[in-house]
């Protein structure tokens, strides 16, 4: 009697666990549907300070593709849900991107970039794909404001360093972006220890490239012959580009079984602009092979460098009047036998480059010869209110051409 109430004891409480289950599932889904709409309808300010106050941590965010070819079926309702949380980030995103355009004053532009910068750093503090690709466009946003700063003479610098540095993340290194490719792909095919190496990146590459290769090999019966060594007709070009480019000994089963890892979306086309929003469902994973470096950074530093040296911005270079007569001197010396000698000026794309060039000369080293190049290029575009982050300037080259020199 007792064996058979204790059995029937068991099997109620195995019936009742998938409800508890399902029943914390159904929870945590209509919390982060409730987050969803919160952040929807609130403001950047308001969003940070709900973060704070209610010490509200970010979720692990998972590409689609994860999703649909990694994950259980029972997991998939709330990372489904948390992509639908993320999602509505990367739509403000691009509303924020607005307002961060907007802002006219260096008080706005530093309250804009320092709140992005937050944002970034509580997004990014649990890794995941959806992390990273919202927090790196929070980052590129504030480069924008970051920039301005940094041109505007009639501020201090003081407060700008520590902003830039946090551009600079500790996510962004090889050795976390291997963990997140690995929690993505659900094994561990990327070596973080590897990564960590003093070349991480390039061992992420060259692991991407193999596993593309690999994909490549076993595509069809042709290709394969072609990858060792016997190319039918018409493969000839391709067997001897992967000589040396396959995977050694013998094909590693784990690579075999994770060849569909290897293919991402085509992004081309359709697709554009390729921005955080338009690319929100895409499989994207090869952005973390080339990791999340700012193209907008490289330049805020090189303006940044020159402000410090040099002190100003010039508009024209300046020559004294013995060095102008000497340059006329020589133009004329030079015509006399034929030769075309242009003025300094001339030799540059404007006369903005030229005076950065010319302001630069006494502060170059070898390692920094051309930065004022990439010094003035920043600068004009700030000067044209064309220094943009990355997806607003794909969505102004598909609206018309900008002229950002």
Request: aromatic share 10%.
């Given at each position: 009697?007792?064996?058979?109430n204790?059995?029937?004891?068991?099997?109620?409480?195995?019936a009742?666990?998938?409800?508890?289950?399902?029943?914390?599932?159904?929870d945590?889904?209509?919390?982060?549907?409730?987050?969803?709409?919160?952040?929807?309808?609130?403001?950047l300010?308001?969003?940070?300070?709900?973060?704070?106050?209610?010490?509200?941590?970010?979720?692990?965010?998972?590409?689609?593709?994860?999703?649909?070819?990694?994950?259980?079926?029972?997991e998939?309702?709330?990372l489904?849900?948390?992509?639908?949380?993320?999602?509505?980030?990367?739509?403000?995103?691009?509303?924020?991107?607005g307002?961060?355009?907007?802002?006219?004053?260096?008080q706005?532009?530093?309250?804009?970039?320092?709140?992005?910068?937050?944002?970034?750093?509580?997004?990014?503090?649990?890794s995941?794909?959806?992390?990273?690709?919202?927090?790196?466009?929070?980052?590129?946003?504030?480069?924008?404001?970051?920039?301005?700063?940094?041109?505007?003479?009639?501020?201090?610098?003081?407060?700008?360093?520590?902003?830039?540095?946090?551009?600079?993340?500790?996510?962004?290194?090889?050795?976390?972006r291997?963990?997140?490719?690995?929690?993505?792909?659900?094994?561990?095919?990327?070596?973080?220890?590897?990564?960590?190496a003093e070349?991480?990146?390039?061992?992420?590459?060259?692991t991407?490239?193999?596993?593309?290769?690999?994909?490549?090999k076993?595509?069809?019966?042709?290709?394969?012959?072609?990858?060792?060594?016997?190319?039918?007709k018409?493969?000839?070009?391709?067997a001897?580009?992967?000589?040396?480019?396959?995977?050694?000994?013998?094909?590693?089963?784990?690579?075999?079984k994770?060849?569909?890892?290897?293919?991402?979306s085509?992004?081309?086309?359709?697709?554009?602009?390729?921005?955080?929003?338009?690319?929100?469902?895409?499989?994207?994973?090869?952005?973390?092979?080339?990791?999340?470096?700012?193209?907008?950074?490289?330049?805020?530093k090189a303006?940044?460098?020159?402000?410090?040296?040099?002190?100003?911005?010039?508009?024209?270079?300046?020559?004294?009047?013995?060095?102008?007569?000497?340059?006329?001197?020589?133009?004329?010396?030079?015509q006399?036998?034929?030769?075309?000698?242009?003025?300094?000026e001339?030799?540059?794309?404007?006369?903005?480059?030229?005076?950065?060039?010319?302001?630069?000369?006494?502060?170059?080293t070898?390692?920094?010869?051309?930065?004022?190049?990439?010094a003035?290029?920043?600068?004009?575009r700030?000067?044209?209110?064309l220094?943009?982050?990355?997806?607003?300037?794909?969505?102004?080259?598909?609206s018309?051409?900008?002229d950002?020199?």
């Amino acid at each position: 009697m007792r064996t058979e109430n204790l059995s029937c004891w068991c099997a109620a409480l195995l019936a009742i666990i998938p409800t508890f289950s399902f029943a914390a599932n159904d929870d945590e889904i209509r919390k982060l549907e409730e987050k969803a709409a919160f952040v929807r309808k609130a403001t950047l300010p308001e969003l940070l300070q709900k973060v704070d106050a209610q010490n509200w941590v970010f979720p692990v965010i998972y590409s689609q593709w994860h999703v649909h070819e990694v994950a259980n079926e029972e997991e998939r309702p709330l990372l489904n849900a948390q992509r639908s949380l993320g999602e509505a980030l990367a739509i403000r995103l691009d509303e924020w991107a607005g307002a961060m355009l907007a802002a006219d004053t260096f008080q706005e532009n530093k309250e804009w970039s320092s709140r992005l910068i937050a944002l970034a750093r509580w997004l990014s503090h649990s890794s995941g794909y959806g992390n990273f690709m919202l927090a790196a466009r929070c980052h590129d946003i504030a480069t924008v404001g970051l920039a301005r700063m940094v041109a505007d003479l009639n501020h201090p610098l003081e407060g700008i360093a520590p902003l830039l540095q946090e551009l600079d993340a500790s996510w962004k290194r090889p050795q976390i972006r291997a963990a997140v490719l690995n929690a993505e792909v659900g094994t561990n095919l990327f070596s973080v220890a590897k990564a960590q190496a003093e070349d991480g990146h390039a061992y992420l590459e060259r692991t991407w490239n193999d596993g593309r290769l690999l994909r490549l090999k076993h595509s069809n019966p042709e290709m394969q012959k072609a990858f060792d060594g016997s190319p039918p007709k018409g493969y000839e070009t391709i067997a001897s580009l992967v000589r040396d480019r396959s995977l050694r000994k013998e094909d590693a089963p784990i690579f075999l079984k994770k060849q569909a890892f290897f293919e991402d979306s085509h992004l081309a086309g359709a697709s554009r602009p390729i921005t955080t929003l338009s690319t929100w469902n895409a499989k994207w994973h090869e952005k973390f092979i080339v990791g999340f470096a700012l193209q907008n950074l490289v330049e805020i530093k090189a303006l940044l460098t020159f402000r410090k040296r040099v002190g100003s911005f010039p508009s024209k270079p300046q020559f004294t009047d013995e060095e102008l007569r000497k340059q006329n001197d020589e133009i004329a010396a030079a015509q006399e036998m034929g030769i075309v000698i242009v003025s300094f000026e001339d030799t540059f794309n404007s006369p903005m480059q030229a005076a950065f060039a010319q302001a630069w000369e006494k502060h170059a080293t070898e390692k920094t010869m051309s930065l004022h190049y990439t010094a003035s290029r920043a600068y004009a575009r700030i000067q044209k209110s064309l220094f943009f982050d990355a997806d607003t300037e794909q969505q102004e080259l598909q609206s018309g051409p900008t002229d950002s020199k």
